[in-house]
């Protein structure tokens, strides 16, 4: 009976798509004179928000970098962030946000009939800007979800390195996984597993909601949980980061290295003076050969490791998923009496043409698993080749990659005071 | 050559440390990645199971409708023949059991078996059939009537009412014919030499003999007792008149229920038996049902797994036998139904 | 390695090793400048030309209702459309009241629609106008359904571009069977089942 109610809607849908005498109840002549209203189409919402939010994301970012890098206070930064929530978060509900952008831009280059909004390329491009001249001053306040993050991060514990390590490698991963998915036209995993956004729509599946509780809870010990361990934006800015302009130092003026500001980043993300001696030259350079030369072979079993999964990872996609369920249903010689499945038979298409289109996204699947692992491995490989940089740091520094010149360490330093009270005394604000 | 000898220094004690550590950190980084991919082939590499799909919370039984439940049935035997015909319209029987069927602009006259008699063309398709005891054939065709004879050959061409009329069901009850016009929404009487009696059907919308009719389907019958029937398919009524042409008794209720009709225009046709009693043919949910002479629904002859689902056009007639005849023109068939 | 010259007048020896590093630093901000560049030209190419909106393709939608429940906002942007020229008027609608319903009326034992957004008023014997309430509607497909059953198919779903968020990617899409929700130009207006109709502003 329900092959026959799915058969019958879609045979009655195109019968009655002609008007008139197909129908199976005639159009009626009102004889009282009445006339039929018109279909209620509303229009679209206008532009304006979008525009503004562009707007106040500008200002925003622009306020922020001057609290960071000139006023040098905590307390702009934070206000500044409470702004972020209220208008970026409860506002404007969540959406759209930088971190999200990423799939609109994977999008509006890996497929062509796809047209990003022009509000969508500014959310991706403008945090990126700002942070190759200022630092991630973005990440300091003006993300919403950064900002939410340290605002719960009331007691923060200090991780050790061989847990914060590993895990700073999935934010590399995600973005790869991301940018795959995007772009094979599969899922759109960074929105769809926001754990923040739940809150904000108060609106989500249980899942995400019980996560983002789980994110929020660690985040009052762990400094940014997402931010350092999830967020794929967040590599691109430290990439951008690293090289910026300008960026935020933990003194206003000189480090005395008086070591007080050593325990004061919540998320570990001050570089402490090495004091070792520069090794022999000999010794560095047959080191550094040799990372050069395994670099192709880490590039490689990237490739190799991450291509072993483009099978799974296809069935992410939904011709992939539907490709498998059919040949589950011809494997066992019954229907699954699921949505998909009934809705596939009742269309008539043919079930090799399903196996083909399911074929040719593994292949994309395939060169794209082949690609993203190859720039995994290229990531590692290029990050065993930094050690062999030669670090003459003899000051205390914000690591340029990962700080997000939240300005928490700024009181920790007795420079900053004796700056302030200099300028005090002198009636300088 | 000398002095770079000397110069190769042992590590000292700290930087082997930093070594380590830096060693130790990035071997930490390499195996979080390949947990990590484990993990995800792991998750990856499971079979899914389709054992318990997900429901829909805003599902709608479409099962019940047009549902008849087994005690509902008649007990009827059912027979069918085929008609050649890719468009039928109309469907009459004679005093003699011989069917008329009008289809593809012409008339075919088959035998009680379904043995082909005779068949002649005609204009346009005869949108209603009914046949004389004098053997003279009356056809209406859309807005007019001609009679032909049993061989085919026209006889007279009767003048058309209004150019808009559109003529569904023809009657004929000894010297007078009723005929019901769909596009003006009355019931003509005339004598059958072609005399005008009079129009029924009020415009007051209000009464039950003001015809509503939403689509060209708007049937006729006579009763045993000589009372003239129509059916107001707008709404769901079957009406009586006097021999005045006023109006005499109504029954049909309008709900979901199989004793009712339903959609916007049922009965679309019907017939009356010897006994009085009533067969109805709907379309929508298309099935044929029996009411007793007063209206009270007796039992279904059909139900809509009898039919195609979107046939319409199912006219009726009673032979002498009292066998129901339906003629369902979608898929070129005349079903017999024998209580 | 020659030997170094402890040179205090020319202390330029040391800075070599950093001026490789600004040197590798400008080339990738030049690098990354130029990336960013390009991206946002692509992209921009394309946004000038044209605009996309979610829609569905009335003719595909198999009424499964997960509008209602997949939909990112609370009420889901998935309203049900009338096509009032296709519609039959009829006093017993398919997509109004339950398929077996008793007595004809507006009481809500009767209703198909969880919401209460589907309305039903009087014309004239025996025509019945049916109008939706978007603002009460909630996506799920009952009446479509119930009306492409028994009635004329006049009832469809489409998503309205006033709630509509146009997410990258419409989460409803992702999961519905036919594959009916696409994505449409929006100076085409919206898709209905009698073709496209653009809103009057």
Same mark, same amino acid.
């Given at each position: 009976?329900?092959?026959?109610?799915?058969?019958?809607?879609?045979?009655?849908?195109?019968?009655?798509?002609? &008007?008139?005498?197909?129908?199976?109840?005639?159009?009626?002549?009102?004889?009282?004179?009445?006339?039929?209203?018109?279909?209620?189409?509303?229009?679209?919402?206008?532009?304006?928000?979008?525009?503004?939010?562009?707007?106040?994301?500008?200002?925003?970012?622009?306020i922020m970098s001057w609290f960071v890098l000139k006023k040098r206070s905590r307390k702009g930064i934070f206000w500044t962030s409470i702004f972020s929530i209220l208008y970026f978060g409860i506002i404007r509900v969540g959406c759209v946000c930088s971190v999200g952008s990423i799939g609109n831009v994977t999008l509006s280059l890996f497929q062509a009939d796809y047209v990003i909004p022009v509000t969508m390329i500014a959310f991706f491009i403008i945090p990126l800007i700002f942070t190759i001249l200022f630092g991630r001053t973005f990440c300091a306040g003006v993300c919403f979800m950064g900002a939410v993050q340290d605002l719960v991060?009331?007691?923060?514990?200090?991780?050790?390195?061989?847990?914060?390590?590993?895990?700073?490698?999935?934010?590399?991963?995600?973005?790869?996984?991301?940018?795959?998915?995007?772009?094979?036209?599969?899922?759109?995993?960074?929105?769809?597993?926001?754990?923040?956004?739940?809150?904000?729509?108060?609106?989500?599946?249980?899942?995400?909601?019980?996560?983002?509780?789980?994110?929020?809870?660690?985040?009052?010990?762990?400094?940014?949980?997402?931010?350092?361990?999830? @967020?794929?934006?967040?590599?691109?800015?430290?990439?951008?980061?690293?090289?910026?302009?300008?960026?935020?130092?933990?003194?206003?003026?000189?480090?005395?290295?008086?070591?007080?500001c050593d325990n004061s980043c919540p998320i570990d993300a001050i570089n402490k003076p090495v004091n070792i001696h520069p090794e022999n030259s000999d010794k560095g350079r047959r080191r550094l050969i040799s990372l050069f030369i395994l670099l192709p072979v880490f590039i490689f079993l990237g490739g190799f490791v991450s291509s072993l999964l483009y099978k799974p990872l296809s069935t992410i996609h939904p011709t992939v998923k539907l490709a498998e369920e059919i040949k589950w249903e011809k494997e066992n010689n019954k229907?699954?009496?699921?949505?998909?499945?009934?809705?596939?038979?009742?269309?008539?298409?043919?079930?090799?043409?399903?196996?083909?289109?399911?074929?040719?996204?593994?292949?994309?699947?395939?060169?794209?698993?082949?690609?993203?692992?190859?720039?995994?491995?290229?990531?590692?490989?290029?990050?065993?080749?930094? +050690?062999?940089?030669?670090?003459?740091?003899?000051?205390?520094?914000?690591?340029?990659?990962?700080?997000?010149? @939240?300005?928490?360490?700024?009181?920790?330093?007795?420079?900053?005071?004796?700056?302030?009270?200099?300028?005090?005394?002198?009636?300088?604000? | 050559m /000398?002095?770079?000898?000397?110069?190769?220094?042992?590590?000292?004690?700290?930087?082997?440390?930093?070594?380590?550590?830096?060693?130790?950190?990035?071997?930490?980084?390499?195996?979080?990645?390949?947990?990590?991919?484990?993990?995800?082939?792991?998750?990856?590499?499971?079979?899914?199971?389709?054992?318990?799909?997900?429901?829909?919370?805003?599902?709608?039984?479409?099962?019940?409708?047009?549902?008849?439940?087994?005690?509902?049935?008649?007990?009827?035997s059912a027979s069918m023949l085929k008609i050649p015909f890719e468009t039928s319209k109309?469907?009459?029987?004679?005093?003699?059991? /011989?069917?008329?069927?009008?289809?593809?602009?012409?008339?075919?006259?088959?035998?009680?078996?379904?043995?082909?008699?005779?068949?002649?063309?005609?204009?346009?398709?005869?949108?209603?059939?009914?046949?004389?005891?004098?053997?003279?054939?009356?056809?209406?065709?859309?807005?007019?009537?001609?009679?032909?004879?049993?061989?085919?050959?026209?006889?007279?061409?009767?003048?058309?009412?209004?150019?808009?009329?559109?003529? +569904?069901?023809?009657?004929?009850?000894?010297? +007078?014919?009723?005929?019901?016009?769909?596009?003006?929404?009355?019931?003509?009487?005339?004598?059958?030499?072609?005399?005008? &009696?009079r129009s029924i059907g009020s415009k007051n919308k209000e009464q039950a003999d003001c015809f509503i009719l939403p689509s060209y389907f708007f049937d006729v019958a006579v009763a045993p007792d000589n009372r003239l029937w129509a059916a107001n398919t707008g709404k769901h009524k079957l009406v009586s008149f006097s021999s005045e042409g006023k109006l005499s008794t109504y029954w049909g209720e309008t709900s979901a229920a199989v004793e009712d009709f339903c959609g916007c225009c049922n009965p679309s046709h019907f017939a009356i038996m010897h006994d009085g009693s009533f067969i109805t043919a709907e379309k929508g949910i298309v099935r044929v049902k029996k009411y007793n002479s007063t209206g009270k629904f007796e039992c279904a002859i059909a139900g809509p797994e009898h039919f195609e689902a979107s046939s319409t056009g199912l006219e009726i007639a009673i032979n002498s036998e009292n066998d129901i005849l339906v003629l369902e023109p979608a898929v070129r068939k005349i079903h017999i139904f024998k209580i | 390695m020659s030997e170094k010259n402890i040179d205090t007048s020319k202390p330029k020896q040391p800075a070599k090793p950093i001026n490789r590093r600004d040197f590798l630093k400008s080339g990738l901000r030049a690098a990354a400048f130029l990336s960013l560049a390009s991206i946002t030209g692509y992209s921009l190419t394309k946004s000038m030309s044209d605009d996309l909106v979610w829609q569905i393709d009335p003719n595909k939608c198999v009424q499964c209702g997960r509008c209602a429940t997949t939909c990112v906002l609370n009420i889901s942007a998935v309203k049900c459309m009338h096509i009032y020229k296709m519609c039959g008027y009829c006093d017993l609608c398919g997509g109004y009241f339950k398929?077996?319903?008793?007595? &004809?009326?507006?009481?809500?034992?009767?209703?198909?629609?969880? +919401?209460?957004?589907?309305?039903?008023?009087?014309?004239?014997?025996?025509?019945?106008?049916?109008?939706?309430?978007?603002?009460?509607? /909630?996506?799920?497909?009952?009446?479509?359904?119930?009306?492409?059953?028994?009635?004329?198919?006049?009832l469809h779903l489409q998503i309205n571009h006033n709630v509509c968020k146009n997410c990258n990617q419409c989460a409803i899409s992702a999961v519905c069977p036919a594959d009916a929700i696409i994505r449409i130009p929006s100076r085409k207006g919206y898709l209905l089942k009698t073709g496209f109709q653009v809103p009057k502003t």
């Open positions: 009976m329900t092959k026959l109610k799915y058969f019958l809607a879609t045979f009655l849908l195109s019968v009655i798509y002609q &008007l008139g005498s197909a129908q199976r109840f005639p159009a009626p002549e009102f004889e009282s004179g009445h006339i039929p209203p018109e279909t209620q189409t509303i229009a679209p919402r206008g532009l304006g928000w979008e525009y503004l939010d562009v707007a106040v994301l500008l200002l925003a970012l622009s991060n009331i007691r923060p514990v200090s991780l050790p390195s061989w847990v914060s390590k590993p895990l700073s490698v999935i934010p590399y991963i995600y973005l790869i996984l991301a940018v795959l998915l995007a772009a094979s036209g599969a899922d759109f995993i960074i929105c769809r597993y926001d754990p923040f956004i739940g809150f904000f729509r108060m609106n989500a599946p249980l899942g995400m909601l019980i996560f983002g509780a789980v994110i929020l809870t660690l985040g009052i010990f762990v400094g940014r949980p997402y931010c350092r361990f999830l @967020c794929p934006y967040g590599v691109l800015l430290s990439w951008m980061s690293k090289i910026s302009f300008y960026h935020t130092t933990i003194t206003p003026a000189s480090c005395i290295q008086c070591k007080l229907k699954t009496d699921s949505e998909e499945s009934k809705t596939f038979h009742a269309s008539g298409m043919q079930i090799s043409q399903l196996f083909t289109d399911a074929g040719h996204v593994q292949t994309i699947f395939y060169a794209g698993t082949w690609l993203g692992g190859s720039l995994l491995g290229l990531f590692f490989g290029i990050s065993l080749l930094r +050690t062999s940089v030669v670090s003459r740091q003899t000051d205390y520094e914000p690591n340029r990659g990962s700080c997000v010149s @939240c300005g928490k360490c700024f009181k920790y330093c007795p420079v900053q005071k004796q700056v302030a009270e200099t300028d005090s005394k002198s009636g300088v604000i | /000398n002095k770079r000898k000397k110069e190769k220094l042992t590590l000292t004690q700290p930087e082997k440390e930093i070594k380590r550590r830096d060693f130790l950190k990035k071997s930490l980084q390499a195996a979080g990645f390949l947990s990590l991919a484990s993990v995800a082939g792991y998750f990856g590499l499971r079979k899914p199971t389709y054992d318990h799909p997900a429901k829909n919370p805003y599902e709608l039984g479409l099962d019940s409708i047009g549902k008849i439940t087994k005690e509902k049935y008649c007990d009827v109309a469907l009459a029987v004679d005093k003699d059991d /011989n069917i008329y069927i009008s289809g593809d602009k012409s008339i075919l006259i088959l035998s009680k078996e379904g043995k082909k008699i005779t068949q002649f063309d005609t204009d346009i398709t005869a949108t209603a059939l009914a046949i004389g005891d004098t053997e003279i054939i009356y056809a209406a065709f859309e807005n007019h009537i001609a009679t032909y004879s049993l061989a085919g050959e026209l006889l007279k061409r009767w003048p058309s009412f209004k150019k808009e009329s559109y003529i +569904t069901s023809l009657v004929i009850t000894g010297t +007078t014919i009723f005929i019901a016009d769909a596009e003006l929404e009355q019931v003509h009487e005339y004598r059958t030499d072609g005399t005008y &009696l | 398929p077996q319903v008793k007595n &004809l009326d507006t009481a809500a034992e009767n209703q198909l629609c969880p +919401t209460k957004a589907l309305k039903r008023s009087f014309i004239e014997t025996p025509y019945y106008q049916y109008d939706v309430d978007q603002e009460l509607c /909630n996506g799920c497909g009952k009446c479509v359904k119930g009306c492409g059953a028994f009635g004329n198919g006049s």
